[in-house]
């Protein structure tokens, strides 16, 4: 059952897909308040949780913290951060009552869930126009669904995209991607995909490419595709402003990026100096912008990553002028102390300010709307550009895409990565909590950056990140400029790391095959242990394993030195082990509390009673594994029901996709 509330004027976000009739009257939960800004609040019984806020930080229970929806391109993701860089505004309230709660409202959005008072759960926006879904349920797991059903299917991505791809910003000519493609081929270790950071552009201009570089980029293309490796670039929120550059003078002739009050282009400075923002929001802006993607597309690429679309500004002419306004005071009046770190603040806050979302607009069917009202939908409907203009080139063709900013409507074009973490261990145990709730909120194809985005990394650390890399659809190692290099074969032994991406592709059949059935079915690919065993109270509580899809659970293990970890079975299962040169190991373990030993060099996967998996013999790419002869592993008897196609169409209904496996 699911009830719309509207208040005031609410902006159309185009979130939700389904018709549904507007509620008059009470709220069946909760109370709202409209009297200064928009409030709910709702008295949670002690025993209460809550789930959802998609990529959001800390638990997977949200309750104890206060998070803020507000898109944000900040780097240092620590605990005490309240805003990433997405704005997924819906949460379920699970306990003595089950029910869900969307509020579709594309600005700041406040959701204090018992951090000031420890009972009660307050959300709070400034002004008192949005739509609120109230979705009743039957559990946790059973609203979810229901939402996802409103919201339209998860997109798809070709299945290239579940193999194992590289990245690091700083790669920047043709030689630097051949050694990393030699670098994976002759370690043998498995690989489809690299990824061009911004250093491929032409002074980081969009759909341009540096032609020193890159002088026969098509050709470039192809060799790599002849080692079954696609080249996926970066295309950044930004345009450049360039004289002649054809993007720039394009957008500024028909008045296609976000202007001034006064009319003017708004300028914010980003990697390639002063750019202007596409007005994503403007119907025909974002098909101009889609419309370039073909320049790439026409090369021979099949897939992208859009970044920096929060939208990320390092700082506006605004911003800089007042500024330096103030330290012209400190001069000019001869300040005697200068209050540096008043000073180190200001400067500090030249980026992302929010006073520079009030200084430009978007153009929505004519009328004129400030940035900060509508902020949350930039990175949505910069990937709906480009989710659109692949439907306009080649229909029948699915790409690859995710974005970094996203609000829920985003899931239906692209998938996300989880931005700029750091090689810390917390991090794959966020990364870890974050893939359920983003899975809620209709995002399956997601990762974060295995290793660690900024921060010297360690061996020790990527083996054991990729370890659960292996179990989230997106799967890359990418790093910062600067830091220590981390590719595979940059560490000893890299027979370890082959290993483990070998696992990888091992269980492609499967994990395809559960990312299908969740996207076709609105259902979760990641699920948390509480959604399948409701009724173990000690499972419930459980936030370090996971499930995946419907027949596995996963407890990677995320902390410096251990050899192995403690894991809570809540049913009987066979807990098997990928170890050193593709050996398996299995072993029936009853429910309960188990200590297991879990090597730098193994993956770990607990299969349910009495079902099974299908597992490929490992191979160098996605296309190569051979799906025909599948082992199965898991108890006897058991059956799996496969879902496979070509992976480049969308034929998605084919009856014949379904295949049932006995063990
Ligand atoms: C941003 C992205 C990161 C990328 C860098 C340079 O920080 O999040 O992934 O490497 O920009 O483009």
Redesign the pocket.
């Known amino acids: 059952m699911i009830r719309k509330y509207i208040f005031g004027k609410p902006f159309n976000t185009e979130a939700i897909v389904s018709e549904i009739r507007t509620e008059e009257g009470e709220l069946s939960y909760g109370k709202i308040c409209t009297e200064k800004g928009f409030s709910f609040t709702y008295e949670m019984e002690d025993d209460d949780m809550v789930y959802g806020l998609g990529e959001a930080n800390r638990g997977l229970n949200k309750r104890g913290y206060c998070y803020v929806s507000d898109c944000s391109d900040d ?1 240092n993701h620590t605990e005490d951060k309240r805003s990433l860089y997405a704005a997924h505004n819906f949460i379920v309230v699970s306990g003595k009552e089950n029910f869900g709660l969307f509020f579709d409202y594309p600005s700041v959005i406040t959701f204090d869930i018992g951090y000031n008072r420890s009972s009660l759960l307050q959300v709070t926006c400034d002004a008192a126009d949005l739509a609120l879904y109230v979705i009743d349920g039957a559990n946790a797991y059973d609203v979810v669904k229901q939402f996802r059903s409103i919201i339209g299917r998860s997109y798809i991505p070709p299945k290239f995209a579940f193999g194992f791809g590289q990245s690091r ?1 700083g790669y920047k000519t043709r030689e630097d991607f051949r050694k990393v493609a030699e670098g994976y081929r002759k370690n043998r270790i498995p690989m489809d995909m690299i990824y061009m ?2 250093d491929y552009m032409e002074g980081y201009k969009d759909f341009t490419l540096n032609e020193e570089h890159f002088p026969d980029f098509p050709e470039f293309v192809k060799e790599m595709k002849e080692q079954g490796i696609r080249l996926v670039p ?1 295309i950044d929120a930004g345009v450049k402003v360039e004289e002649g550059y054809s993007v720039y003078e394009e957008g500024v002739k028909n008045r296609y990026f976000c202007q001034r009050e006064d009319g003017s282009d708004f300028v914010a400075a980003v ?1 390639p100096g002063d750019t202007h923002f596409p007005d994503v929001l403007n119907a025909d802006a974002r098909k101009w912008f889609g419309d370039n993607y073909r320049v790439l597309i026409d090369q021979g690429i099949e897939g992208f990553w859009n ?2 679309n929060e939208p990320a500004i390092f700082y506006s002419r605004e911003g800089m002028e007042e500024l330096k306004a103030t330290l012209w005071k400190y001069v000019e009046e001869n300040t005697e102390t200068i209050p540096v770190w008043q000073l180190g603040d200001q400067i500090q806050g030249l980026a992302n300010n929010h006073e520079d979302y009030k200084r430009f607009y978007h153009n929505v069917n004519g009328e004129k709307i400030r940035h900060d009202k509508v902020h949350n939908l930039f990175g949505y409907n910069m990937t709906r550009a480009a989710g659109e203009a692949f439907e306009r080139i080649d229909p029948e063709k699915r790409f690859l895409m995710f974005s ?1 900013s996203s609000y829920v409507g985003m899931h239906r074009y692209g998938g996300i990565w989880t ?2 973490n750091k090689s810390w261990w917390s991090h794959i145990l966020l990364n870890l909590k974050m893939m359920p709730s983003l899975n809620m909120c209709g995002f399956l194809y997601t990762g974060a ?1 295995l290793g660690g ?1 900024g921060a010297d990394t360690t061996r020790d650390l990527v083996l054991r990140w990729l370890a659960l890399g292996v179990f989230t659809p997106l799967m890359r190692n ?1 790093s ?1 400029i600067g830091t220590r290099e981390q590719e595979c074969y940059q560490f000893e032994n890299t027979e370890d790391f082959r290993g483990i991406i070998e696992t990888r592709y091992r269980l492609v059949p499967y994990l395809y095959s559960e990312y299908m059935k969740a996207a076709l079915n609105n259902d979760m690919y990641f699920k948390p242990l509480a959604f399948v065993y409701p009724e173990d109270d000690f499972a419930v509580r459980v936030e370090d394993q996971m499930m995946i899809g419907n027949e596995i659970m996963i407890a990677p293990v995320y902390t410096q030195n251990a050899k192995g970890r403690y894991v809570y079975l809540p049913e009987r299962m066979k807990f098997v082990k990928f170890s050193k040169n593709g050996q398996i190991t299995e072993e029936v373990l009853e429910k309960g509390h188990h200590y297991v030993e879990i090597a730098l060099n193994e993956v770990p996967v607990f299969i349910r009673e009495g079902r099974c998996i299908p597992v490929a013999k490992a191979a160098e790419t996605v296309e190569k594994l051979d799906t025909k002869h599948l082992e199965l592993l898991g108890f006897e008897g058991a059956e799996y029901m496969l879902y496979e196609d070509d992976g480049v169409h969308k034929d998605y209904g084919n009856p014949e996709n379904y295949t049932v496996l006995r063990k």
């Open positions: 780097p910003w950071d911004i970066i990697w970044d920096m970094r931005g700029d950056d985005f990418h910062a």
